[in-house]
């Protein structure tokens, strides 16, 4: 088989400011070199049992911290089949919570939109009158939607999901997960779920989420949950640290690399970093007369989603930053691709790394 040409191989320089995949540091693309071992061995069971406690930590929970060999979308679709018997409401503003609806019926469950304007947030005043009709026993919410740089008001959701005992709470935090705390235990949610390519700065592949012991009841309950996303599976096997099915192992020692990192920095100070980086761009969007796509008060701390007010041509732009800079933002995601451009700052970047993309988004703009 031929190699890559060198034009495939140039992109590697390409630095990545999109909201997922995020660029992945030499030290964690290294760490994934190691030998390979066994996935029943005991070399595997003492690589899980060390990433353990810091993933529970993560999470905020004393529940067990599973690890899924897939990506984001195989866990929310095994939350639906595991945990919805009566009804899910699927709460949806953009185009990833939007998608949890498709995947609910997909399943065969009996589905409900919960649909506000892309932009806006998910009211919990809504969710109330919604839950309050008593036609559902799960409910899906996405904390930080990514096609639209809106984070929801998580706690304020969760308390009125909590006044709703039999309804479970199952919570994406694909792209807010370790860039902000999020106390699984103490929100009350039954599935916490995220994924390895966003604030963790890991390569795609691999999906982290941890359940309630109501979850896990729940799951008892249902049949047709199937093999590969079966809760009761992942609960079984990690009691002997162990995973259904052969893991990424790749990926768990560049998850174990990156949690010593995390660590080592200080989930503060990590929390601080996302919130600065992302003031930056912030500012940036304001020095240059663009607006923000999502509401005030709602705004991600990863990623922002700028609306293209100026309607300067965003394709170009993108493109010109890509080229004459080497950097990538994205160019809007699904029915807002065009009239938004959406740039991360999640994962390793500091307030240094940011600093030359916003000065080569200032160029950019300048010929645009
Ligand atoms: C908030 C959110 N949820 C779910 C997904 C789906 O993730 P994946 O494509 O890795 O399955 C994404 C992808 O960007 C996302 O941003």
């Avoid at 929801?152 to 935090?173: A, G």
Wanted: aromatic residues 8%.
């Amino acid at each position: 088989m031929a190699l890559p040409d060198s034009k495939v191989l140039m992109t590697k320089t390409i630095k990545l400011f999109i909201p997922g995949p995020v660029e992945v540091s030499p030290k964690t693309l290294t760490a994934m070199t190691q030998p390979m071992i066994g996935h029943r061995s005991s070399d595997f069971k003492a690589l899980y049992r060390a990433v353990y406690p810091g993933l529970q930590k993560l999470f905020e929970t004393q529940q067990p911290v599973f690890l899924s060999t897939s990506s984001a979308w195989g866990i929310m679709e095994g939350a639906i089949r595991n945990l919805v018997n009566k009804g899910v409401l699927n709460c949806m503003c953009g185009a990833f919570s939007d998608k949890w609806l498709d995947v609910s019926k997909r399943c065969g469950k009996r589905a409900e939109p919960l649909q506000v304007e892309w932009g806006k947030a998910i009211d919990p005043g809504q969710v109330n009158a919604q839950l309050a009709t008593g036609q559902f026993d799960a409910i899906t919410l996405i904390h930080n939607e990514t096609s639209t740089g809106v984070l929801n008001p998580l706690k304020e959701i969760s308390q009125v999901v909590r006044k709703y005992p039999d309804v479970m709470f199952i919570v994406d935090t694909v792209s807010s997960f370790s860039a902000l705390p999020i106390a699984m235990d103490d929100l009350g949610i039954d599935l916490m779920l995220t994924g390895s390519q966003k604030a963790l700065a890991l390569p795609p592949g691999l999906s982290l989420f941890s359940a309630s012991q109501r979850a896990f009841e729940r799951a008892s309950q249902l049949g047709d949950r199937g093999y590969y996303f079966d809760l009761l599976e992942f609960k079984k096997n990690a009691e002997e640290f162990m995973t259904p099915s052969t893991p990424a192992i790749p990926h768990i020692y560049a998850l174990q690399s990156k949690l010593g990192e995390i660590f080592a920095e200080g989930l503060e100070h990590r929390y601080e970093r996302h919130a600065q980086t992302n003031r930056l761009v912030h500012e940036w969007v304001n020095a240059n007369g663009f607006e923000f796509f999502s509401q005030e008060g709602y705004r991600s701390v990863t990623l922002t989603c700028v609306r293209n007010n100026r309607e300067i041509d965003v394709a170009a732009f993108v493109k010109r930053i890509r080229e004459e800079h080497g950097f990538q933002i994205d160019g809007g995601y699904g029915k807002v691709k065009g009239k938004t451009f959406r740039v991360s700052n999640m994962g390793d970047e500091t307030v240094e790394t940011m600093k030359p993309l916003l000065a080569a988004l200032t160029a950019s703009l300048a010929s645009a």
